[in-house]
């Protein structure tokens, strides 16, 4: 759907559709199922300037917005060829160095991850911390100009391939600050650095990237590795929710269009009783609801681009469309599943292997009770029950 988009919204828009006569959704299948990350194609979408969609020219991006990068990822979802690799890397990390990092950050770091000579992941969740990431533990002492990291991260996704990690630490203890939200600082993280180590959790979803416990002791952190200021961190991160509930929205209905399309082919020619089953309303009329839910969910979430990018709050509406997505993403491959019968179930089709991610996406980065929680408080005024 190209609705009120420039000319240039539309190519990025049709990308994907470019993109997918080279990698098309059985390569990313053969990667998802094998757990092995898509190099050829991530290098391809570097070449094509599109790592850097939210980077500043100046270092060697594009200069454009949410909107951008979440049509991006709708259009690549839609051919079935969605990476999260993308979310956690130029969405997150790349727009948050843009705007909050040091001279290091953008001159140095920012002109190689345009290009895809370097990688970035994502690090806030940790054993003990997941959705009230205020009680993260893991610390970064300082020690006059220098910190020292300890602790614990997991199912971050990507770290195999990446060089550098953005993480979330305490700089202050619990004990130690006034406001909840205070004493958090971000660092870029060098993956190689003394102190880290790495071991792979064993998720069971066909995904081309693996997710990963990092582990961090004593790790030596200058001034340089510091994003924004130091104990201000979480004002960063609150920036950095709504980019990922809204591409994550994007994901959702790129995917549930595909799998919804696939259905759509298959279900015109496939004729078990004299006519095709689409012709069936209980085969049309599910397809048609998840259609209709889909729709509704992209739009919402180009409202949130919007919003995002002329700098009002983007809160309800992000939330709003990643819920609405992850739920049309799902009914949308379960429709499309049942529309396949058998066939659905089998790796030729590919259909059930999407059903995974779609249902991944309710939980997380922010789970549905989260989004609905923050719709029911802060849009709706309901009392907090938390
Ligand atoms: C494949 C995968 C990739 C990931 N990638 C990353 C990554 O790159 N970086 C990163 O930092 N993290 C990553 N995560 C972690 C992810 O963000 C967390 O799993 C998610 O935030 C939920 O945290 P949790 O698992 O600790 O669940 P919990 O916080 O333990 O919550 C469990 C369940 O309890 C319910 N719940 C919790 N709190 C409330 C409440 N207040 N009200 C109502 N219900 C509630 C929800 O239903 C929730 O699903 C990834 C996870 C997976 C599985």
């Not at 066909?206 to 924004?228: C, H, R, Y």
């Not at 989260?370 to 938390?386: A, N, W």
Request: hydrophobic content about 40%; proline content about 4%.
């Amino acid at each position: 759907m190209d609705f009120n988009l420039n000319e240039e919204q539309r190519q990025i828009y049709a990308y994907g559709e470019n993109l997918a006569q080279t990698y098309d959704n059985r390569y990313w299948l053969e990667h998802a199922r094998s757990h092995t990350f898509p190099k050829d194609m991530f290098k391809q979408i570097a070449d094509d300037g599109f790592l850097g969609l939210m980077v500043p020219e100046e270092y060697g991006g594009a200069g454009l917005g949410m909107t951008e990068m979440s049509l991006f990822m709708e259009g690549t979802a839609n051919h079935g060829i969605p990476l999260l690799m993308m979310v956690v890397g130029p969405c997150m990390s790349l727009s948050h160095l843009s705007s909050h990092g040091n001279e290091f950050h953008k001159k140095e770091l920012l002109p190689a991850a345009v290009k895809g000579d370097i990688q970035f992941c994502f690090a806030i969740t940790e054993p003990g911390a997941g959705s009230n990431s205020m009680k993260i533990s893991t610390i970064a002492k300082p020690n006059g100009k220098r910190f020292s990291l300890s602790g614990e991260k997991t199912f971050i996704t990507g770290a195999d391939v990446s060089d550098y990690c953005i993480v979330v630490a305490r700089t202050k203890a619990h004990s130690d600050v006034a406001k909840k939200t205070d004493g958090f600082t971000l660092f870029v993280v060098d993956l190689k650095a003394k102190g880290v180590e790495m071991q792979r959790v064993n998720i069971a979803i066909p995904l081309p990237e693996e997710q990963f416990t990092l582990f961090f002791d004593d790790v030596d952190l200058g001034p340089e590795n510091v994003i924004g200021e130091v104990d201000a961190g979480f004002s960063i991160l609150f920036d950095m929710l709504n980019p990922e509930r809204i591409i994550l929205a994007a994901l959702c209905s790129g995917v549930g269009r595909f799998a919804l399309n696939k259905a759509v082919d298959y279900a015109s020619e496939r004729n078990v009783f004299g006519v095709p089953i689409g012709s069936h309303q209980g085969v049309q009329h599910p397809l048609a609801k998840a259609k209709a839910n889909i729709e509704m969910a992209s739009l919402m979430g180009r409202k949130a681009a919007w919003e995002f990018d002329n700098g009002m709050a983007a809160g309800a509406s992000a939330n709003m469309a990643k819920y609405a997505a992850a739920e049309a993403g799902i009914e949308a491959v379960d429709a499309a599943l049942q529309a396949h019968g058998g066939a659905g179930f089998t790796e030729d089709t590919g259909i059930y292997e999407l059903y995974p991610l779609m249902r991944l996406l309710r939980t997380a980065p922010v789970n549905r009770e989260l989004c609905l929680s923050f719709i029911g408080e802060k849009v709706m005024g309901l009392p907090r029950s938390y």
